[in-house]
C-alpha cells in the first residue's frame, strides 16, 4: 500500500505558473488518491482567477504572515501526508517525481530526508550572462546534500514527524529558512541523501535585476539568522569578511563552465562577486535594523 503524501506548494501572486505545476501534478504517476496537494496563498487579497484549475486532490488555503516559510508551515499544519513534499509554484515536477522521490525516501530507514534534483530550463540556446550565471550556480542540490546535508524546498521530501521533532521553518525568515530548518534536521540526526530522478524543472533565471532581487533576498535571509545577537563591532566585522572575493566557488565555474569560452566564464566570475557584494551590504544593512525585503 503506497504511503499518502502531501505536496505543499506556497505561492504569492503566480497563479499563471502555479497551472502548470498543478497541470504536472495532475499527470503523477503516483496514483492522484494517494497524495494531496496543499496550495497556501501567501497573498489572500491575491484571490484565485476565475476558471482556475484546481485538481480534485488539491486544497487551496490562505497565510497572511508574509513569507513562503510561514505558508509553508501553515501547509504542514493542516498536511494529513506521513510523507510531506515540497515543490514551488514556478516548478514543473516531472511524472515520476512523487513515485521516485517517495521511494528513495523509504528504501533506506537510515535516510529521513531526500533532495531531488531541479533541472534549469532557458528560453533560448543562447544564454544571457544571467543565465549563464544561473547554469553555474543555481540550485545545485547534490553539492548541498554532499556538502552541507541540506537541501531546498524546491524539491525536498521528508516525515512528518520530522517536523515533530525539529520544529517547523523559521517563519520570521523570507529567504534561507529551507537552509536554516536543514542545519537543525541535520544536527538532530536526520540524514539526507540525493535522488537525482526526483526531477522538477525551474526556470532559470534571464535578468541581471531578477539576480539582485534574489541577492538582496538572501542577504535579508542570512541577517535573520543571527540577528540581535551580535555587537556592532562584530557585525562590522562580518560585513568586511562577507565582501571576500567567493574564490573557492568558483571552481563550480571550472567543473559545471566546460562548454563555456574564457570571455562566459570571466563573466560568470565577475558576476559571482557581484551578487556576492551585494548580498553582503544587504546582509549589513537587515543587521542594522532595516526591513528585509521580499521581492
Known amino acids: 500500500m503506497k504511503q499518502f503524501?502531501?505536496?505543499?506548494?506556497?505561492?504569492?501572486k503566480d497563479w499563471y505558473r502555479l497551472a502548470l505545476c498543478l497541470n504536472a501534478l495532475s499527470i503523477q504517476t503516483y496514483g492522484s488518491k494517494s497524495f494531496e496537494i496543499i496550495v497556501v496563498n501567501n497573498c489572500p487579497h491575491d484571490e484565485v482567477p476565475d476558471g482556475f484549475y484546481v485538481p480534485d486532490n488539491c486544497n487551496i488555503i490562505n497565510e497572511e504572515k508574509p513569507g513562503s516559510y510561514a505558508a509553508r508551515n501553515t501547509g504542514i499544519r493542516v498536511a494529513a501526508g506521513e510523507i510531506i513534499a515540497f515543490t514551488d509554484s514556478d516548478c514543473i515536477p516531472h511524472p515520476n517525481w512523487i513515485e521516485n522521490g517517495v521511494h528513495a525516501l523509504v528504501a533506506d530507514a537510515d535516510y529521513s530526508r531526500v533532495a531531488g534534483r531541479i533541472k534549469?530550463?532557458?528560453n533560448s540556446d543562447r544564454l544571457n550572462t544571467a543565465e549563464l550565471y544561473e547554469k553555474i550556480y543555481a540550485f545545485n542540490q547534490d553539492i548541498y546534500v554532499?556538502?552541507?546535508?541540506?537541501?531546498?524546498t524546491a524539491n525536498l521530501f521528508t516525515y512528518q514527524h520530522v517536523?515533530?521533532?525539529?520544529?517547523?521553518f523559521n517563519d520570521n525568515l523570507l529567504s534561507g529558512g529551507?537552509?536554516?530548518?536543514?542545519?537543525?534536521?541535520?544536527?538532530d540526526g536526520f540524514k539526507i541523501k540525493y535522488c537525482a530522478s526526483a526531477v522538477v524543472s525551474h526556470p532559470a533565471?534571464?535578468?541581471?535585476?531578477?539576480?539582485?532581487?534574489?541577492?538582496?533576498?538572501?542577504?535579508?535571509?542570512?541577517?535573520?539568522?543571527?540577528?540581535?545577537?551580535?555587537?556592532?563591532?562584530?557585525t562590522v566585522v562580518r560585513f568586511v569578511y562577507d565582501l571576500r572575493p567567493p574564490v573557492k566557488s568558483l571552481s563550480l565555474i571550472l567543473a559545471k563552465g566546460k562548454d563555456?569560452?574564457?570571455g562566459q566564464k570571466f563573466l560568470v566570475a565577475y558576476t559571482r562577486y557581484y551578487l556576492t557584494v551585494i548580498?553582503?551590504?544587504e546582509k549589513f544593512k537587515v543587521s542594522l535594523g532595516k526591513v528585509a525585503q521580499r521581492s
Open 5 to 12: 503524501v502531501s505536496v505543499i506548494i506556497p505561492v504569492y
Open 120 to 122: 534549469l530550463y532557458f
Open 146 to 152: 554532499k556538502h552541507d546535508g541540506t537541501g531546498v
Open 163 to 168: 517536523f515533530k521533532y525539529t520544529g517547523l
Open 178 to 187: 529551507d537552509y536554516e530548518w536543514s542545519v537543525r534536521a541535520r544536527d
Open 205 to 234: 533565471r534571464n535578468d541581471m535585476e531578477e539576480l539582485v532581487i534574489k541577492a538582496k533576498r538572501v542577504g535579508g535571509g542570512q541577517a535573520g539568522f543571527s540577528r540581535g545577537n551580535k555587537s556592532l563591532v562584530n
Open 260 to 262: 563555456l569560452h574564457i
Open 279 to 281: 548580498t553582503a551590504c
